[in-house]
């Protein structure tokens, strides 16, 4: 049984993010614990992609507050993010075609002995890491154009970890993925979970969701539209938040089962 703690390692208390005359998100909270997984959905435009770089320290937020572990920060730039203890996986996964599967894991973050770069270290905790995490991969020395989907999408969040975050953001983590690749995926998510890291999930695909995610939290029009625990919560319901549907199958029922109780 994973124990989530108490109090959230990240919290969003209020936050709002304009873009010129373009309100993108407004007065949003959200809180991540550790050993959670936060699924945040939303339609195309609901503000998904903007929390999560500013979380990320791509977009510094206008309003509101950033809290880490109860106390009030600034991340003004990805670097503080960083420093934080936050990881962000982009869908477009920046990894370099080019280079093996190490070079990549420690791209800008190399190991130097003596100030030359040492291979054999980095190659050992590639494995290590890879071990630790049940990522199966041919070879850490081959190229990353060689791997599947499933193999660069782990390869990538795999990469995140190096530097040891406590919240790890992945954004559509399944979305060009086949069946038995998102598994792959979703196992990872799970093993993230395990090891006590929060982990914030943008996705559409709600059988993702229901399969991984502890919570749901909805964002809709760039606002807040509901967090819901997935275990007690059906898909009609969820969807109904996302699309802010007030009329629908589940509130009709619910309006039919209150007169009759009534």
Request: aromatic content about 2%; hydrophobic content about 45%.
């Amino acid at each position: 049984m994973i124990h989530v703690s108490a109090a959230p390692v990240l919290a969003l208390r209020g936050v709002s993010k304009r873009f010129g005359a373009v309100q993108a998100l407004t007065d949003v909270d959200l809180e991540i614990r550790a050993g959670e997984v936060v699924a945040l959905v939303g339609d195309n435009g609901a503000g998904k992609s903007t929390l999560v770089k500013t979380v990320a320290g791509v977009h510094p937020i206008d309003d509101g507050t950033v809290e880490w572990k109860g106390r009030p920060v600034e991340i003004n730039r990805p670097h503080d993010a960083q420093d934080l203890g936050i990881a962000t996986v982009y869908q477009d996964l920046a990894l370099c075609d080019n280079l093996d599967v190490v070079a990549n894991l420690f791209l800008g973050r190399e190991l130097r002995r003596g100030g030359v770069i040492d291979e054999v270290a980095m190659e050992k905790r590639a494995k290590e890491l890879l071990d630790t995490l049940s990522i199966r991969i041919p070879s850490v020395r081959i190229p990353i154009a060689s791997l599947s989907g499933g193999q660069r999408q782990v390869v990538a969040i795999a990469r995140a970890l190096i530097g040891e975050p406590e919240v790890v953001i992945l954004d559509e983590p399944t979305a060009a993925l086949g069946v038995e690749q998102t598994a792959q995926v979703l196992d990872l998510v799970e093993r993230l979970r395990e090891r006590g890291l929060g982990v914030i999930l943008i996705s559409h695909n709600m059988a993702d969701v229901k399969a991984v995610a502890d919570t749901v939290a909805v964002l809709r029009l760039g606002r807040n539209n509901g967090v819901f625990p997935v275990k007690e919560t059906s898909h009609e319901e969820i969807i109904a938040a996302i699309t802010g549907a007030t009329d629908n199958a589940v509130t009709r029922r619910q309006q039919r089962t209150a007169e009759a109780a009534s």
